[in-house]
């Protein structure tokens, strides 16, 4: 790429370059040249009154990659599961969800603050499924005293759970209870196409399962701003007045639109890539003096792993400054470890950069501890 400064290439350039190894969320990967040339170039509309052409095919793509009739363009993932909640729960109902998932942990408690529904969270086991026993016994209803179970929620994949991707086989024993019950299920699919990718597997078998699939534009495909919630044709219809009802009606939004346009059809194949890079970072930070991590286990894009002093203890903070203060940023896992994320602004230099200052903050810290 030109890095003349007077050139669109090279400003485009200048923008997507930070000095910074920036591992620590695949939330910060920038617009693409074609994302920014498709959102100068796109048609729009006003959305709200269905008027934009921009928003419209975005809505038809993404239904048809996830298998679903109908979907819908909102701002954030948040959103986009908020309005899942409030448009298959009556106000009140409760809400099975796992206890790492980010709808309980990460979303502001948003059931309980805008549809009065308890959130009721079961033992995420560590590949981010849920004990099919577990949760059988865990659907409420049928005694007078009880809210009833109005949602089962699931994470694919599973973020705090290291990445890890549900097969099509995990997720239809997951949600085999629930279908027994008459219980819809949302997923949180975030990452439904990094699960997709590591699993060979289309989106749309991994989306049958579920009666509605929230995914994200803007993590690992790169897209600026935006998320799709999809499902039958009626619930869309019910989820637009839900995404109203919580201000993310937009009107010109075909311009962020067409970033996700390009994010759905250029940059699903190349998360292998990122994926790659995630097994040559654990590969290489297994091989660490003081580092603990289980390769094994990383399957996506997300991988967790605890810096540890001379007597075994996690050190995870001042690792994590110290290899910021060189550069490379991580985040603090406040649940087991710290957070290494790849996405498409890392590259394979990146990734041994970071095994590179890894290395030396691991010598450098472990004894600083011992004393
Ligand atoms: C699994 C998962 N679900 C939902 C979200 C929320 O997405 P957003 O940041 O767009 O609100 C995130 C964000 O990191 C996530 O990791």
Do not use: W
Not at 41 to 57: F, H, I, K, M, Q
Not at 226 to 248: E, H, T, V
Not at 300 to 327: K, V, W, Y
Request: glycine share 10%; hydrophobic share 45%; with cysteine.
């Amino acid at each position: 790429m030109s890095t003349d400064p007077d050139t669109y290439e090279g400003q485009i350039g200048a923008l997507a370059s930070t000095a910074a190894t920036d591992l620590r969320s695949d939330t910060v990967t920038r617009p693409t040249p074609a994302m920014r040339e498709a959102m100068y170039r796109a048609e729009v509309g006003d959305d709200v009154y269905g008027e934009d052409p921009t928003v419209n095919r975005l809505e038809e793509l993404a239904a048809e990659a996830v298998g679903k009739e109908a979907a819908l363009f909102v701002p954030t993932g948040t959103m986009g599961n908020a309005i899942a909640i409030l448009t298959h729960c009556r106000r009140g109902d409760e809400v099975i969800v796992g206890d790492r998932a980010h709808i309980y942990l990460y979303e502001v408690g948003g059931a309980a603050r805008l549809n009065g529904s308890p959130a009721r969270a079961i033992p995420n086991l560590p590949d981010g499924g849920l004990d099919p026993q577990r949760l059988l016994a865990s659907f409420l209803g049928d005694d007078v005293h009880e809210a009833r179970t109005g949602l089962l929620c699931v994470e694919n994949t599973h973020n705090m759970c290291g990445g890890r991707a549900l097969s099509p086989a995990t997720l239809r024993a997951l949600v085999a209870p629930a279908r027994q019950r008459g219980v819809p299920v949302h997923m949180d699919g975030a990452r439904l196409f990094n699960a997709a990718v590591s699993l060979g597997a289309p989106a749309r078998e991994l989306a049958a399962e579920v009666d509605s699939v929230m995914f994200c534009l803007s993590k690992g495909l790169s897209a600026p701003v935006g998320s799709m919630l999809a499902g039958s044709r009626d619930f869309i219809a019910q989820a637009r007045r839900g995404r109203k009802l919580l201000g993310g009606g937009m009107r010109q939004a075909g311009v962020l639109a067409a970033a996700g346009i390009v994010g759905l059809t250029e940059m699903v194949e190349r998360l292998a890539d990122d994926h790659a890079n995630a097994q040559r970072l654990a590969q290489g930070l297994a091989e660490i003096p003081g580092i603990r991590i289980a390769p094994e286990t990383v399957q996506t894009n997300i991988l967790f792993f605890d810096a540890l002093d001379a007597d075994g203890q996690p050190q995870n903070e001042a690792f994590t400054s110290a290899a910021a203060s060189q550069g490379v940023l991580l985040s603090g896992g406040d649940l087991g470890g710290i957070r290494a994320v790849t996405h498409s602004g890392i590259s394979v230099a990146d990734i041994d950069r970071a095994l590179q200052v890894a290395r030396s903050v691991a010598q450098q810290t472990a004894p600083a501890v011992r004393r």
